[in-house]
């Protein structure tokens, strides 16, 4: 019986998330036009912030159901919807994130499942979390690039997070599906920051909200493809002496499309290796995960090699 309201209730918020973004497209056309410049992997003016339907809908229905702590997240949504609009200072988004942050640290089981009794070691344990989930959230906003691809790997991880054990995502997961209906290439709408930083936000709280570290590394294992491609760039741009704060088109899942893959194509292959990571840890374990990390790792390196654009 759960089961079944549970479907209809998914149902509905996938047919109410398309519903809405058929509606608020031509404003978001009007006031939020993205612009293709020398570094987008788009040829033609799309418009941005269609996250902001699978945002709402996934905090109102938190609300709605006496769940309160995605509340940590307004001062972050606020800001990235106000840097959709206009482009504001990093210092200023990067304090917001900060803060989002350090909330998700507070009010997780993280610091409970430590035994750190010194005050400087739990200072220092808190200021790594806090750097870590930054990390996450800008991660996560940097590969939201090409069409689907952050959207899509959300769903697998937030599917696979649930079979681990975690909370149930299935309105966010239902409205995400609704999203992609059009933001799958060709995209009709981009997420926008509002939605990447969202996403990124609850990528982060899940994999540190976990009854134990293995369980954190389990999903981090899951998350490694997106995250592991943004942190593996920013340490080549850094190696190159390059400026790893200004905007490129450096990412292998970027290199790939200038490459001639489709976004489709780049898109499934990330989903498909947190699909297999996913399949591995849940059927083995952590240990054979490890090495199912090293195979995607060794195949990135391969397409990064011999089928994308040259890194510089």
């Known amino acids: 019986m759960n089961f079944n309201i549970n479907l209809l209730v998914a149902i509905f918020f996938f047919l109410l998330n398309t519903f809405s973004l058929k509606i608020i497209l031509p404003y978001l056309k009007k006031f939020l036009p993205d612009k293709p410049n020398a570094r987008s992997s788009h040829q033609k003016e799309i418009p941005r912030g269609g996250g902001i339907t699978f945002v709402f809908f996934t905090?109102?229905?938190?609300?709605?159901?006496?769940?309160?702590?995605?509340?940590?997240?307004?001062?972050l949504l606020l800001i990235s919807l106000i840097d959709d609009f206009y482009k504001i200072s990093r210092r200023l988004r990067y304090s917001i994130h900060c803060f989002t942050a350090l909330a998700m640290v507070i009010t997780s089981n993280v610091l409970n499942r430590t035994s750190i009794d010194n005050f400087y070691l739990s200072t220092l344990f808190i200021i790594f979390l806090v750097i870590f989930l930054t990390s996450i959230?800008?991660?996560?906003?940097?590969?939201?690039?090409?069409?689907?691809?952050v959207g899509g790997f959300t769903v697998v991880f937030f599917i696979s997070a649930s079979l681990l054990g975690f909370e149930n995502q299935n309105i966010l997961?239902?409205?995400l599906l609704?999203?992609?209906?059009?933001?799958?290439?060709?995209?009709?709408?981009?997420?926008g920051d509002i939605g990447s930083t969202f996403l990124g936000a609850l990528i982060g709280y899940s994999i540190i909200m976990g009854d134990s570290f293995a369980y954190s590394f389990k999903l981090l294992l899951i998350a490694s493809p997106l995250?592991?491609?943004?942190?593996?760039?920013?340490?080549?741009?850094?190696?190159?002496?390059?400026?790893?704060?200004?905007?490129?088109?450096?990412?292998?899942?970027?290199?790939?499309v200038k490459a001639g893959w489709s976004h489709s194509n780049v898109s499934i292959l990330y989903i498909c290796s947190s699909i297999f990571i996913s399949f591995i840890n849940l059927i083995f374990g952590i240990k054979i995960s490890i090495f199912s990390i090293f195979l995607i790792f060794v195949f990135g390196f391969y397409l990064d090699q011999k089928k994308a654009v040259p890194f510089q």
């Open 59 to 75: 905090l109102a229905y938190k609300l709605f159901t006496g769940s309160f702590d995605f509340l940590i997240f307004i001062p």
């Open 137 to 149: 959230i800008n991660f996560i906003n940097f590969m939201d690039g090409i069409d689907g691809l």
């Open 173 to 175: 997961i239902a409205s």
């Open 178 to 191: 609704g999203f992609l209906m059009y933001n799958w290439h060709p995209a009709k709408v981009f997420m």
């Open 227 to 256: 995250i592991f491609d943004a942190f593996i760039c920013i340490l080549r741009r850094a190696i190159y002496n390059q400026n790893i704060f200004q905007a490129h088109s450096l990412h292998l899942y970027q290199r790939l």
